[in-house]
Nanobody, 125 residues
Framework: QVQLVESGGGLVQAGGSLRLSCAAS????????MGWFRQAPGQEREFVAA????????YYGDSVKGRFTISRDNAKNTVYLQMNSLKPEDTAVYYC??????????????????WGQGTQVTVSS
């Protein structure tokens, strides 16, 4: 079993920055990936970014490319999402997710086995 705890959400003005953290405890899988998704009210959960524990390959959703950066600290079992140049449309609950085994797909919610409780990010205009 894997437990994921997100932190770092909050209220920020447009153009500002936030850094989200996701600490994983329990069993972790070196061949798997960690991802960030977000969900705004009335919308489907959207892929934001992902990173593989081994090798560090990164993947981004089109709406955040060039503004968000995902990184990891293997020693701390923690994944970060640095969010810069935030826009009001980035407002959502952000969820951390983990795979239990290697999967080619990292952009789909169905590719992940464990989820955090979510952290609210609100960007004011």
């Amino acid at each position: 079993q894997v437990q994921l705890v997100e932190s770092g959400g909050g209220l920020v003005q447009a153009g500002g920055s936030l850094r989200l953290s996701c600490a994983a405890s329990g069993r972790t899988f070196s061949s798997a990936a960690m991802g960030w998704f977000r969900q705004a009210p009335g919308q489907e959960r959207e892929f934001v970014a992902a990173i593989r524990w081994s090798g560090g390959s990164t993947y981004y959703g089109d709406s955040v490319k060039g503004r968000f950066t995902i990184s990891r600290d293997n020693a701390k079992n923690t994944v970060y999402l640095q969010m810069n140049s935030l826009k009001p449309e980035d407002t959502a609950v952000y969820y951390c997710a983990a795979q239990s085994a290697y999967r080619f797909v990292v952009t789909s919610t169905g590719a992940y086995d464990y989820w955090g409780q979510g952290t609210q990010v609100t960007v004011s205009s």
